[in-house]
């Protein structure tokens, strides 16, 4: 027997940029029948009811870029060392806090990340929709290598890469990943500055290097998400063919209309530049920095990020949410997925289309829209009551304003079936 939900909500964001006031969804075990204005959707009567009065109902954040690696440490080392199966363990209660903060689909770049949707996907834990990418791949001495420990144990233990240099040793790295059950390469086409001869402005795969990794994903119809911090490895990753651009925080008008031209999305990570971490790991000196308002470097560099985000936008770049999250203690789970949301609103952007970013977009740059990223007949039901109205202060999109969060017949959070008031 089949299970109703009829949702009634003062405003529903379908997540295309659609608000509908005094809307009703429809669920039929797990998937939406109907949604529209109340009184237009058939509301069948042995229906379970959800009430969520005047608050929201949003589809569930995705995140398009975790690293679910069980890292207890932010320390680049320690991450490679530690114990793999302590690591397995903290990768579940990350993915844990991900579902704590709304976020009902990721794509991840972890070892742990293809286990997790194993038993996801079997129903041996709750969880998230998982596009796992496996271990990205990175040149010897590049992002994702740790430059002090001896290469084996990096290919053998590090929680979210494997070192690769070469067409060749490209072309059997991704028919490696593919062997683990990959749904995406993740490539580190730049350094991102955690060591020497590693800083961002440094490109660490040439353009045939690019061209192999997406020809040989292409192969069997998984796209290529590349970490490109500087100009020349976005463009040669653009030229090449890469489907998403990670941070990103270095495009012109040529990279923007190749974008826009093949539907590039873009995942600026903007949360991990625009808040304390440049203090912390101050960024390399770019061409024309001086040119940025601000009185130090890094003003001038978080103002240059903000603009190169908000160039993106204008020009029509289709923007994605992404964390970047890979410790809890820097950049916690869950949180930093709303913080990227605040902050695309907090640069410029139309709150509308923030929450576009964090769902339709999302799904778009995971191949998942078919499935999930807006409330539509015949996607999931992934969705989330909030007690506010994000269209009017983002920040009321917040993890205490959560009070439902669903992943299709996953209940997760139900804080609206009434409570029997206490007899007196
Ligand atoms: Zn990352």
Redo the contacts with the bound molecule.
């Keep these: 027997m089949s299970k109703i939900t009829v949702v009634q909500a003062g405003r529903l964001l379908d997540g295309t940029g659609q608000a509908i006031d005094d809307a009703t969804m429809v669920v039929r075990d797990g998937t939406i029948e109907a949604v529209g204005p109340r009184g237009s959707v058939a509301v069948p009567p042995d229906a379970e009811r959800v009430d969520a009065g005047d608050m929201t109902v949003m589809p569930g954040l995705i995140d398009c870029?975790?690293?679910l690696g069980g890292a207890s440490s932010p320390n680049y080392t320690t991450w490679v060392v530690e114990d793999d199966l302590r690591q397995a363990i903290l990768s579940g209660q990350q993915m844990r806090a991900l579902m704590e903060h709304g976020v009902t689909t990721i794509r991840d770049?972890s070892r742990n990340g293809l286990r997790l949707k194993w038993a996801v996907n079997n129903g041996h834990m709750e969880g998230p929709r998982i596009v796992a990418c496996g271990p990205?791949l990175s040149r010897t001495g590049g992002h994702g290598d740790a430059h002090n420990l001896p290469c084996d144990m990096i290919q053998r233990s590090h929680p979210?890469a494997m070192l690769a240099d070469g067409p060749e040793e490209l072309r059997k790295s991704v028919r490696l990943l593919n062997r683990m059950g990959a749904d995406a390469v993740?490539i580190w086409a730049t350094g991102?500055g955690m060591w020497d001869k590693e800083l961002e402005t440094d490109q660490h795969y040439d353009f045939e290097e690019l061209c192999m990794v997406v020809r040989e994903a292409a192969m069997v119809k998984i796209p290529v998400l590349a970490?490109a911090e500087s100009l020349a490895a976005a463009k040669d990753c653009l030229r090449a063919g890469v489907a998403t651009l990670?941070?990103g925080e270095e495009l012109d008008d040529e990279c923007r209309r190749m974008m826009v031209e093949n539907g590039v999305i873009h995942v600026p990570?903007l949360q991990l530049f625009l808040g304390p971490w440049f203090d912390e790991y101050p960024p390399p000196p770019r061409e024309g920095l001086e040119n940025y308002r601000g009185d130090t470097m890094v003003e001038k560099e978080k103002n240059r990020v903000a603009d190169n985000f908000t160039a993106s936008r204008l020009a029509g770049v289709t923007i994605a949410v992404?964390s970047?999250s890979?410790s809890s203690i820097d950049v916690p789970y869950g949180a930093s997925t709303l913080s990227e949301v605040h902050t695309m609103v907090e640069t410029g952007m139309p709150e509308s289309d923030a929450i576009v970013a964090a769902t339709l977009n999302g799904a778009k740059a995971l191949r998942v829209d078919h499935l999930t990223g807006s409330l539509e007949a015949g996607k999931a039901a992934d969705f989330l009551v909030v007690d506010g109205d994000p269209l009017d202060d983002i920040r009321s999109l917040a993890q205490d304003r959560l009070r439902y969060v669903r992943r299709g017949e996953q209940l997760w959070l139900d804080e609206l079936t009434p409570h029997r008031s206490p007899t007196r």
């Design positions: 870029h975790t690293h770049i990205g979210w993740k991102g970490h990670e941070h990570t992404g970047d890979f």
